[in-house]
T-cell receptor, first 115, second 113 residues
């Protein structure tokens, strides 16, 4: 199975709060898990990514938590700002075999950060 | 470094007409991808090129879609004839050889009426 399931579909967070978006995957061959941020009228932009040999990766206000046994990973946005309002996509890829380096995306989460 | 360029940015056509999209990847990127993003969904891969060869086109509706990358740089995606369900944003992405990170262009928004 190549599917990546993402939740919630939409999220409203108060400025300064924590935004949490969750994803689950089925294919254990996936070995690269990026998050992309997309603003209206723009293409997706790589935000942060993790490999399965670590459980957490932090870059500024953005943190990925990874649970290999549960086949789940999540994006945490600390101190959420109105400028973070965008659609966020999780994705997964693998570095070998058929379809290597291709991205399988979740359906996206529309985040709205209100002042 | 210039990003991935795509044109046109918007296109409106009637069903059964044809349309073509152009992509210029980041300089030096050997791998090029075309994705289709339907409103409210994540991008779905259509075709993957390595230099000027097709790596995977298993999800490309070949009865109406075609793509080429003749000189291993620019690429063109064509739809002929278009259907209403082809209305979507068509995204081009590129990457260096055998690396995970893909960089996306701004996309072409296609509306089929």
């Amino acid at each position: 199975q190549q599917q990546v399931k993402q939740s919630p579909q939409s999220l409203i967070v108060q400025k300064g709060g924590i935004s949490i978006i969750n994803c689950a995957y089925e294919n254990t061959a996936f070995d690269y898990f990026p998050w992309y941020q997309q603003f209206p009228g723009k293409g997706p932009a790589l935000l942060i990514a993790i490999r399965p040999d670590v459980s957490e990766k932090k870059e500024g206000r953005f943190t990925i938590s990874f649970n290999k046994s549960a086949k789940q990973f999540s994006l945490h946005i600390m101190d959420s700002q109105p400028g973070d309002s965008a659609t966020y996509f999780c994705a997964a890829s693998m570095g070998s075999g058929a379809g290597s380096y291709q991205l399988t995306f979740g359906k996206g989460t529309k985040l709205s950060v209100i002042p | 470094e210039a990003g991935v360029a795509q044109s046109p940015r918007y296109k409106i056509i009637e069903k059964r007409q044809s349309v073509a999209f152009w992509c210029n990847p980041i300089s030096g990127h050997a791998t090029l991808y075309w994705y289709q993003q339907i409103l409210g969904q994540g991008p779905k891969l259509l075709i993957q090129f390595q230099n000027n060869g097709v790596v995977d086109d298993s999800q490309l509706p070949k009865d109406r879609f075609s793509a080429e990358r003749l000189k291993g740089v620019d690429s063109t995606l064509k739809i002929q004839p278009a259907k209403l369900e082809d209305s979507a944003v068509y995204l081009c992405a590129s990457s260096s050889t055998e690396v995970y990170e893909q960089y996306f262009g701004p996309g072409t928004r296609l509306t089929v009426t």
